[in-house]
């Protein structure tokens, strides 16, 4: 069994809890995580191509195993990652023990209220189409009140019509679209042929 087809069994099995699920069997060594990848997003790399982040925060959602966590304190953020699956943590902090990354389990449907708008730059890189298509409104009004000043938006990329099997749920232009609230505006929205890289900016009023 593929890595891709133990996240379609777990996800039937629990819709809304099978990240936990998938993290704890390839603990036990019974799965495998579809995103488990050696090496940061490439659309990620290419989007921050000349970024220095010294001096500013980030925050990366559902950050499973810490690729693109890692990846962004390289570039000099002070960043704090997290995912809902406490094994997931846990995976993460042993991967990485001398990591300056702060990990935390969280869930984005219910973030700490001290995040709100906290963080320079949110990385939202595939989690929101991990989820149920029936979450991904809520999802996405999370996204943009964790943001403070920029968020970056990865997923693959599909039309409007019906609502493809999954996991993934692939986001629509619709719902791209979306991540626009709470002050946010699309700075640079781009589609290739199976991916949005989407970046959205606060405007800070002037005192």
Request: with cysteine; proline share 8%.
């Amino acid at each position: 069994m593929s890595a891709d087809d133990d996240a379609r069994r777990l996800q039937a099995a629990n819709p809304e809890g099978w990240f936990e699920d998938l993290y704890a069997e390839a603990d036990a060594g019974t799965a495998s995580v579809p995103w488990d990848k050696p090496e940061p997003q490439p659309h990620l790399v290419e989007w921050s191509s000349g970024v220095d982040g010294t001096g500013q925060t980030a925050l990366v959602v559902g950050c499973g195993y810490g690729r693109d966590s890692e990846y962004l304190a390289s570039l000099g953020f002070d960043v704090t990652a997290f995912d809902i699956s406490p094994t997931a943590i846990a995976a993460v902090q042993a991967r990485y023990p001398d990591s300056e990354v702060t990990y935390v389990a969280a869930d984005l449907l219910a973030p700490p209220a001290e995040w709100h708008r906290a963080f320079d730059l949110v990385v939202e890189n595939m989690t929101v189409q991990a989820l149920p298509v029936g979450l991904h409104a809520r999802a996405i009004e999370q996204v943009a009140w964790l943001t403070g000043s920029k968020l970056l938006v990865l997923a693959v990329a599909c039309d409007e019509g019906p609502v493809p099997d999954g996991p993934p749920w692939p986001l629509t232009p619709a719902e791209i679209k979306a991540f626009a609230v709470d002050g946010l505006s699309p700075a640079n929205v781009r589609r290739d042929e199976v991916r949005w890289t989407a970046e959205f900016v606060r405007e800070v009023a002037m005192n």
